[in-house]
């Protein structure tokens, strides 16, 4: 569904020109709304981003993206990192807990790898400085460096 029109967050105006819905541009302000947003101070700026996600949560605007699995993996990792620290509690940690549990299932053909998730949120499977060092080493020479042929 397109736009028909564009509320300036700036001055509230609302605009019906297509090139102004197009650009997110205002043409009272004379500035391009993303512009706009770089010299806001931080609470105008919440304020903005609040009225902004409930209008997406009010429209159930979902998003969908394809993102390579390493990359992926890494930002597992960094979102378990993020849930292991001692000051990070309430709702959003369980909502990114849930989250990793759903890609879990969602790669339940590959076992080893949900296992590895399921490790990664647990603080007793951390590596050592060294047991990472020698992990990087017998990585770096090569697969064929671990099998011994037999
Ligand atoms: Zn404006």
């Known amino acids: 569904m397109k736009k028909t029109s564009i509320l300036c967050p700036q001055c509230g105006r ?12 205002c043409g ?12 806001w101070d931080p609470e105008k700026l919440l304020n903005a981003t609040g009225m902004e996600i409930q209008t997406m ?4 605007v979902t998003v969908k993206m394809d993102i390579n ?5 890494a930002a597992v990792g960094a979102m378990q990192l993020a ?5 990070y509690t309430g709702p ?4 990114v807990q849930r989250l990793i549990s759903q890609l879990a299932m969602e790669l339940k053909d590959y076992p080893a790898l949900v296992e590895l998730i399921r490790r990664g949120g647990i603080k007793d499977y951390d590596l050592t400085d060294r047991e990472y060092q020698a992990f990087h ?5 090569g697969p064929g460096a671990e099998q011994d042929g037999g």
């Open 92 to 95: 959003s940690k369980l909502t």
């Open 28 to 39: 009272h302000c004379h500035e391009f709304h993303e512009e706009m947003f770089s010299t």
């Open 137 to 141: 080493l017998v990585r770096s020479s």
């Open 83 to 87: 849930c292991r620290h001692p000051g």
């Open 14 to 25: 609302t605009s019906y020109n297509p090139n102004d819905i197009e650009q997110r541009y």
């Open 57 to 60: 949560a009010d429209d159930h």
């Open 69 to 73: 699995i390493v990359d992926l993996l």
